[in-house]
């Protein structure tokens, strides 16, 4: 029987200094597995050198990464609206196969980001821009277990000494990794052929890591909560291509411009303390949605932030361009532009949504959250008030992304929203 231990602890600016990294009391026994993400502030102590005993000599993986926060909303350790600063721990007693990007010509890593996969269940999550806190793009350390590297998987025959066993050994080990580098060789060469699929842009140069399913319910459903206000109701799309959004349905039934409901809406709700900039998502859905779906979750919704439009005249007025989202979209929607392929779709439907200040909900869930925060420029500044020492909270694992995170090929960039899956401890 496998188990697992997750937490997470968030401190506050002023114990940050003070924090250094360590374990949970309470360990699965013999752990085999260690994953530890931080945030930028730690990422100088994500070393080999300094995490080298967490692998208790070799016998247990270590794989530490720098995200951008904590998931959730701590007051206390940077507000609702803010990043949470700390680190997050996930230890099982069970073996978690981890793929690693090759490394540069410089000796260091490929990888932007991290996926963790559960059952049918997928979260890709960007790294951290460590840059000014380490020398480099992204920072991950990855130590194997040594009981794990050379396989020594035969017995010598009567005249083959020890040492040519091990060395039998390295030559298997070898030869798995030759043939490793060939799958991802042809997995390339088919992608660019057009026999294989391309790989989607959150897929490249990204960690995967396979989580026992051990802990997870048989049927896994993924809990989402985006602080969104809805400004429109949802209208059928009338004429729009690729990622461009043309015509709505109106009130009455005719089409307008996508935009005009939009900019009524918008006028209406801008508060007038607002001293920044609106950020506006539109929620497409292929067939008119009904008030109890979830806003991200229900079956072929998606969430797209809207990057510019409105006004305008003549063969332009009234069009919004929404975010593609992936360079691989980009690339499908010129070469089938005829068709009408893209994220809009004439048929479907779409309603337009504020994103309001606030967290990713209750922070009282528990089990693997992923999440957005606002990027550093559209922070709001709420370190008034008391600081706390670290708090720690078990049952809890993950990050967020100013990027936001993908659930499968769906990208959920919401700031402040979260998804999230239960864990059996």
Same mark, same amino acid.
């Given at each position: 029987?496998?188990?697992?231990?997750?937490?997470?602890?968030?401190?506050?600016?002023?114990?940050?200094?003070?924090?250094? /990294?360590?374990?949970?009391?309470?360990?699965p026994?013999?752990?085999?597995?260690?994953?530890?993400?931080?945030?930028?502030?730690?990422?100088? *102590?994500?070393?080999?050198?300094?995490?080298?005993?967490?692998?208790?000599?070799?016998?247990? +993986? !270590?794989?530490?990464?720098?995200?951008?926060?904590?998931p959730?909303?701590?007051?206390?350790?940077?507000?609702?609206?803010?990043r949470?600063?700390?680190?997050?721990?996930?230890?099982?007693?069970?073996?978690?196969p %981890?793929?690693? #990007?090759?490394?540069?010509?410089?000796?260091?890593?490929?990888?932007?980001?991290?996926?963790?996969?559960?059952?049918?269940?997928?979260?890709?999550?960007?790294?951290?821009?460590?840059?000014?806190?380490?020398?480099?793009?992204?920072?991950?350390?990855?130590? =194997?277990?040594?009981?794990?590297?050379?396989?020594?998987?035969?017995?010598?025959?009567?005249?083959?000494? =020890?040492? *040519?066993?091990e060395?039998?050994?390295?030559?298997?080990?070898?030869?798995?990794?030759?043939?490793?580098?060939?799958?991802?060789?042809?997995?390339?060469?088919?992608?660019?052929?057009?026999?294989? =699929?391309?790989?989607?842009?959150?897929?490249?140069?990204?960690?995967?890591i %396979?989580?026992?399913?051990? +802990?997870?319910?048989?049927?896994?459903?993924?809990?989402?909560?985006?602080?969104?206000?809805?400004?429109?109701?949802?209208?059928? %799309?009338?004429?729009?291509?690729?990622?461009?959004?043309?015509?709505?349905s109106?009130?009455?039934?005719?089409?307008? &411009?996508?935009?005009?409901?939009?900019?009524?809406?918008?006028?209406?709700?801008?508060?007038?303390s607002?001293?920044?900039?609106?950020?506006?998502?539109?929620?497409?859905?292929?067939?008119?949605?009904?008030?109890?779906?979830?806003?991200?979750?229900?079956?072929?919704?998606?969430?797209? $932030?809207?990057?510019?439009?409105?006004?305008?005249?003549?063969?332009?007025?009234?069009? /919004?361009?929404?975010?593609?989202?992936?360079e691989?979209?980009?690339?499908?929607?010129?070469?089938?532009?005829?068709?009408?392929?893209? !994220?809009?779709? !004439?048929?479907?439907?779409?309603?337009?949504?504020?994103?309001?200040?606030?967290?990713g909900?209750?922070?009282? $869930?528990?089990?693997?959250?992923?999440?957005?925060?606002?990027?550093a420029?559209?922070?709001?500044?709420? $370190? &008034?008030? $008391?600081?706390?020492?670290?708090?720690?909270?078990?049952?809890?694992?993950?990050?967020?992304?100013?990027?936001?995170?993908?659930?499968?090929?769906?990208?959920?960039? !919401? #700031?402040? &929203?979260?998804?999230?899956?239960?864990? %059996?401890?």
């Amino acid at each position: 029987m496998t188990t697992i231990k997750i937490t997470a602890s968030f401190t506050s600016p002023s114990a940050w200094k003070r924090t250094r /990294l360590a374990l949970p009391v309470t360990l699965p026994s013999p752990p085999k597995s260690i994953i530890l993400l931080t945030t930028p502030h730690f990422a100088g *102590e994500l070393a080999k050198e300094g995490l080298g005993f967490f692998s208790g000599g070799g016998a247990c +993986h !270590v794989f530490a990464a720098a995200i951008d926060s904590l998931p959730g909303a701590q007051p206390s350790t940077g507000g609702a609206t803010g990043r949470t600063r700390g680190y997050s721990w996930l230890i099982t007693s069970q073996s978690i196969p %981890i793929t690693i #990007p090759p490394t540069t010509a410089a000796g260091t890593t490929s990888a932007k980001s991290l996926s963790f996969s559960l059952r049918s269940k997928k979260f890709t999550l960007p790294l951290a821009n460590t840059l000014f806190h380490t020398g480099f793009r992204t920072t991950i350390v990855h130590i =194997p277990a040594k009981e794990n590297e050379i396989p020594v998987t035969i017995e010598a025959a009567e005249g083959v000494s =020890p040492k *040519e066993v091990e060395e039998f050994a390295h030559a298997q080990q070898d030869i798995k990794e030759a043939w490793e580098e060939l799958g991802e060789l042809m997995k390339l060469v088919g992608q660019r052929s057009g026999i294989a =699929p391309p790989a989607k842009d959150h897929e490249k140069d990204c960690v995967d890591i %396979i989580l026992p399913s051990a +802990h997870l319910p048989a049927d896994i459903g993924v809990d989402a909560h985006l602080p969104l206000k809805q400004l429109t109701f949802p209208r059928r %799309i009338e004429a729009g291509m690729g990622n461009i959004l043309k015509q709505t349905s109106s009130e009455t039934g005719t089409p307008q &411009g996508a935009s005009r409901e939009l900019e009524k809406a918008v006028l209406n709700y801008i508060p007038p303390s607002l001293s920044g900039g609106l950020s506006i998502f539109a929620r497409l859905t292929p067939h008119s949605p009904t008030a109890h779906e979830n806003l991200f979750t229900a079956p072929g919704a998606r969430i797209h $932030r809207v990057l510019s439009g409105g006004g305008g005249w003549g063969s332009k007025a009234g069009l /919004l361009s929404l975010d593609p989202q992936s360079e691989t979209r980009v690339q499908g929607f010129a070469e089938n532009f005829e068709s009408g392929e893209g !994220v809009v779709k !004439v048929g479907g439907y779409v309603q337009f949504f504020v994103a309001e200040q606030g967290s990713g909900g209750d922070d009282s $869930r528990r089990g693997l959250i992923f999440g957005c925060v606002p990027k550093a420029e559209e922070l709001v500044d709420e $370190r &008034g008030g $008391r600081e706390e020492e670290e708090v720690g909270i078990d049952g809890l694992f993950g990050g967020a992304s100013e990027e936001g995170v993908w659930v499968g090929d769906r990208k959920m960039d !919401v #700031p402040g &929203g979260v998804v999230s899956v239960p864990v %059996i401890e």
